[in-house]
């Protein structure tokens, strides 16, 4: 699998943008995926992440205004964001990697990356 990130821009704060997480090559309902964000000043910093079932998790800077989906016949997982801060400027990369059905994948450490999309936020 080979992950394509996209739908980054510049918003106003409270705007909202959808990046997209496409996925190349067979088997993507197998795979987990999460996004992940980095500045020049910060480490990786976990956004989300949606298990092959469904089940969803959110950085706890997130607060609701995130939303992880994924839809399989289309290999791509969404990460709609909501209510913007300058705060959420960074880049965002998606991950993925295989996992049984019900992996807990709280702690899963991705080794399938893609690309980042630039998300900026103005005040």
């Known amino acids: 699998v080979q992950l394509q990130a996209s739908g980054g821009g510049l918003v106003q704060a409270g705007g909202s943008l959808r990046l997209s997480c496409a996925a190349s090559g067979p088997s993507f309902s197998r795979y987990a995926v999460g996004w992940f964000r980095r500045t020049p000043e910060t480490e990786r910093e976990f956004v989300a992440s949606?298990?092959?079932?469904?089940?969803?998790f959110y950085g706890d800077f997130v607060r609701g205004r995130f939303t992880i989906s994924r839809d399989n016949d289309r290999k791509t997982v969404y990460l709609q964001m909501n209510s913007l801060k300058p705060e959420d400027t960074a880049v965002y990369y998606c991950?993925?990697?295989?996992?049984?059905?019900?992996?807990?994948?709280?702690?899963?450490?991705?080794?399938?990356w893609g690309q980042g999309t630039q998300v900026t936020v103005s005040s």
């Open positions: 949606i298990g092959r079932s469904g089940d969803t």
């Open positions: 991950a993925a990697r295989s996992t049984i059905l019900s992996a807990d994948i709280r702690n899963l450490v991705y080794n399938i």
